[in-house]
Nanobody
Framework: QVQLVESGGGSVQAGGSLRLSCAAS????????VGWFRQAPGKEREFVAA??????????????DYADSVKGRFTISRDNAKNTVYLQMNSLEPEDTAVYYC?????????????????WGQGTQVTVSS
């Protein structure tokens, strides 16, 4: 199995930045796409960003994929040597407040549907004040 641990969450003012980390261990070789999702109170879990792992690509044929709401503000990246995926979040807005989760897909070219992802971390809280 794959174990995922998120870190880097916290409280910031609007316009600030945070860098989230997703550290993976276990059967990492079986991972294809790593995604970031978020869930605010009373709302459905939604896709944020994804990145191919070890040369894989997303459903759209690109190495990275972003939700329209975060394009131009968030950047997803990976460090294979450290088995870690990052989410750099800039120009944060109160609407970004949520628990953020990382997850790994169980097959190649995974898309934005949460059901494509088999392993999930416990989440890290991000709070953005106005």
């Amino acid at each position: 199995q794959v174990q995922l641990v998120e870190s880097g969450g916290g409280s910031v003012q609007a316009g600030g930045s945070l860098r989230l980390s997703c550290a993976a261990s276990g059967r990492i070789f079986s991972s294809y796409v790593v995604g970031w999702f978020r869930q605010a109170p009373g709302k459905e879990r939604e896709f944020v960003a994804a990145i191919g792992w070890s040369g894989d690509v997303t459903y759209y044929g690109t190495i990275t994929d972003y939700a329209d709401s975060v394009k131009g503000r968030f950047t997803i990246s990976r460090d294979n040597a450290k088995n870690t995926v990052y989410l750099q979040m800039n120009s944060l807005e109160p609407e970004d407040t949520a628990v953020y989760y990382c997850a790994t897909s169980t097959f190649r070219r995974a898309g934005r549907y949460p059901g494509n992802y088999g392993y999930w971390g416990q989440g890290t809280q991000v709070t953005v004040s106005s």
